[in-house]
């Protein structure tokens, strides 16, 4: 009996559904204890979780308010788009609100009253946290989809962004891109980024309403027609290079790039029936837990992965505090149909006791020294348990010996320090005259110039004589008249053929009244 409730309880994940659960408490012949496996949440309705910005300001209808026209009655321009009025106003909002039976709410832009300046708009949409994509984004548009769009994403919230897909009813004029399909897209090939046309001709305002970017699609590559063949899609998305990525996002943007037409020319004397109207944008995916949760919770304005396999992180994507003995892993899809946790292990539990603190994931008995101990460091460090800091790093006292950025890099001053390495503080060993933490700097009495030097001239002891000005404490610019060092010496007394104005005497009156000048020094100084 006891034998058929584990054999129950370890069929659980399998009977749920692939990877829905994180770990089962199982009784083997070694009597019962947790059993682990790779796990994530389910799909969520991602719009109900995302913040929306719409670009450039002043772009949403309404302020002032405006009449508008539709392309099926162009010559009754009776509807009305007024910001300040609840009935009458269509703000960002509409685009994730729930549409009622039958009547559509939207977000709508201003008409195309600027004609030939382009009518562009962006709507972006964050967040602020990975979502894996597990179903096509759909973008309902009223009265026509754009002649021209451009999806883009980001995968670090925004600061950086590539393009997902192109649209266009003429993919080579618009983006001169040649039109492709995602159905005919290959193995290799299925996360390349396209240009369809079949989301962008005029069929109707009332028809074709939607634009999509077919995640499903791609997913049928590998997963057959009906995606019956999950299990091929998962072991594709642990192999492929750069697949799981694909479908992974924190932000998306939709660049609006001219609107419907019509499916004729732009006619300049009624521009009132261009613009464009989202009532809905659908994106259906999953939190990125990588693989360590099966739970994801909207905490303080974020959803949140609520790990297990002591991970920790809005991703999980590090191990817990005291669970570093090896490095952090995302469990993997592989192999079926359980895949593997690679829970985080805590300090001590892994290796016989060999501590590597997170930064190795080997160790190596060494036979003559009789001792176990980690093997190839990451993270600059060194040492039997990855405990000390590689020469020319430093140890950050403020954080934890297990954490992936202990040790600074010394950064000494090439020129200005002796060696790279600093002591435990972070300061270098500098050169004479140098100084500072790095050695970057140089002492009083001394100027940097490939190195520090000791001063020639300054304000306070080294002045320079007879007028002379220091020049950045490397010499003295002497007057006419005047050499030496600190210019402390006069031409004359060295040499005598100085004081003689018609060897001197060049050219402009300047020189020669300077020449006149010195002769007359020289007469004082005979005195
Ligand atoms: C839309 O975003 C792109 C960057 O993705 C930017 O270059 C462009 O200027 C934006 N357009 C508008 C109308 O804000
Ligand atoms: C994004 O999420 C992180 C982690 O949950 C949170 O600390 C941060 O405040 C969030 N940022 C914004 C702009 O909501
Ligand atoms: C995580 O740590 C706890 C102890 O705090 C332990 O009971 C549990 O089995 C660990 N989980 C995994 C997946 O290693
Ligand atoms: C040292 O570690 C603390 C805690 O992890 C971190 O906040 C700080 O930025 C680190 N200092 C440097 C210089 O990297
Ligand atoms: C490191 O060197 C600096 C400068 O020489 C010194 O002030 C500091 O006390 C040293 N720190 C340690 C831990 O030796
Ligand atoms: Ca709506």
Redesign the pocket.
Known sequence: MLYLVALLLHCLPLAMGQYDICKSWVTTDDGPSWEFYACQPKAMRMKDYVTVRVDPAGITCGDPPERFCTHENPYLCSDECDASNPDLAHPPKLMFDSEDEGLATYWQSVTWRRYPEPLLANITLSWNKSIELTDDIVITFEYGRPTIMMLEKSLDNGRTWHPYQYYADDCMEAFSMPARRVRDLSTTSANRVLCTEEYSRWAGSKKEKTVRFEVRDRFAIFAGPDLKNMDNLYTRLESAKGLKDFFTVTDLRMRLLRPALGGTYVQRENLYKYFYAVSNIEVTGRCKCNLHANLCTFKEGSLQCECEHNTTGQDCGKCKKNFRSRSWRAGSYLPLPNGSPNACAAAGSAFGNCECYGHSNRCSYIDFLNVVTCVSCKHNTRGQHCQHCRLGFYRNSSAELDDENVCIECNCNQIGSMHDRC???G?CECKEGATG?KCDDCLPNYYWRQGCFPNVCDDELLLCQNGGTCYQNQRCICPVGFKGVLCQQSRCEADKKDCDGAHSVRGSLGTVLLGLFALQLCAWGGL
Request: zero cysteines; aromatic letters at 20%; glycine letters at 0%.
């Open positions: 002591n435990e503080t300061y933490p």
